[in-house]
């Protein structure tokens, strides 16, 4: 009942922001819509280039609002309260990722075919395009939540956060595309798709333990 009531705590305060949760889709769909204007309206060269425009477009919106998962909490007092709590602040962590993907990048995956469209992806691989963000992105939410519960008590963390988390998205963004390139080719995709599996399994295994412990330090200092 501890963790529902935390899960609908969170969800609760992401209606209640719908503009910072509404930021990172908009941003989405400005850089993909924006592309074919500063490049060219070829659909070969569209197609071509949309994987990996889909893709860091993906992962720069996801980075929106990362610095803040953590920062309310700590400002009033609230992760202090989770920290003496019977639940343990590991479980607690990765619910906290869990709402924040839900709210902010399965919005993402929902939209990518629709972007995808705009940049004449082929209608045959947007089940693969859709399979490897919903791989992908919530790899990216628990490494920015790692970088953001570091930064959580750095007053000017904005910066900082994309320089400590763009280094580690690197192999998730090149498997990410290579994926959605391989499927858009009508080639296998098996490859990418598994080590995009493989990487969402060890985060999930132990990220959480990387926020709880950035957390600790955070509120120690």
């Given at each position: 009942?501890?963790?529902?009531?935390?899960?609908?705590?969170?969800?609760?305060?992401?209606?209640?922001?719908?503009?910072?949760?509404?930021?990172?889709?908009?941003?989405?769909?400005?850089?993909?819509?924006?592309?074919?204007?500063?490049?060219?309206?070829?659909?070969?060269?569209?197609?071509?280039?949309?994987?990996?425009?889909?893709?860091?477009?993906?992962l720069l919106a996801g980075?929106?609002?990362?610095?803040?998962?953590?920062?309310?909490?700590?400002?009033?007092?609230?992760?202090?309260?989770?920290?003496?709590?019977?639940?343990?602040?590991?479980?607690?962590?990765?619910?906290?990722?869990?709402?924040?993907?839900?709210?902010?990048?399965?919005?993402l995956v929902i939209l990518?075919?629709?972007?995808?469209?705009?940049?004449?992806?082929?209608?045959?691989?947007?089940?693969?395009?859709?399979?490897?963000?919903?791989?992908?992105?919530?790899?990216?939410?628990?490494?920015?939540?790692?970088?953001?519960?570091?930064?959580?008590?750095?007053?000017?963390?904005?910066?900082?956060?994309?320089?400590?988390?763009?280094?580690l998205t690197v192999p998730?963004?090149?498997?990410?595309?290579?994926?959605?390139?391989?499927?858009?080719?009508?080639?296998?995709?098996?490859?990418?798709?598994?080590?995009?599996?493989?990487?969402?399994?060890?985060?999930?295994?132990?990220?959480?333990?990387?926020?709880?412990?950035?957390?600790?330090?955070?509120?120690?200092?």
């Amino acid at each position: 009942m501890k963790l529902a009531a935390l899960v609908r705590r969170d969800l609760l305060l992401a209606y209640r922001r719908r503009g910072d949760v509404a930021t990172p889709v908009i941003f989405f769909v400005m850089v993909t819509a924006l592309f074919p204007l500063a490049l060219s309206p070829e659909p070969a060269l569209l197609r071509t280039l949309a994987p990996g425009v889909i893709w860091v477009a993906a992962l720069l919106a996801g980075l929106i609002g990362q610095g803040s998962l953590f920062k309310s909490d700590y400002e009033d007092g609230t992760l202090e309260q989770l920290l003496l709590s019977p639940v343990s602040l590991e479980l607690v962590a990765l619910l906290r990722v869990l709402t924040h993907w839900l709210v902010t990048g399965l919005p993402l995956v929902i939209l990518s075919p629709l972007m995808a469209m705009l940049l004449f992806y082929p209608a045959s691989a947007m089940g693969m395009l859709i399979a490897s963000l919903l791989l992908g992105t919530p790899v990216l939410s628990l490494l920015g939540a790692v970088g953001a519960a570091l930064t959580v008590g750095l007053r000017r963390s904005g910066l900082l956060l994309p320089i400590l988390i763009l280094p580690l998205t690197v192999p998730v963004l090149i498997f990410g595309a290579r994926a959605t390139a391989l499927a858009s080719q009508g080639e296998p995709v098996a490859a990418p798709l598994y080590l995009l599996a493989a990487m969402l399994v060890l985060a999930l295994t132990l990220a959480p333990f990387a926020i709880a412990a950035g957390l600790r330090v955070s509120l120690e200092s």
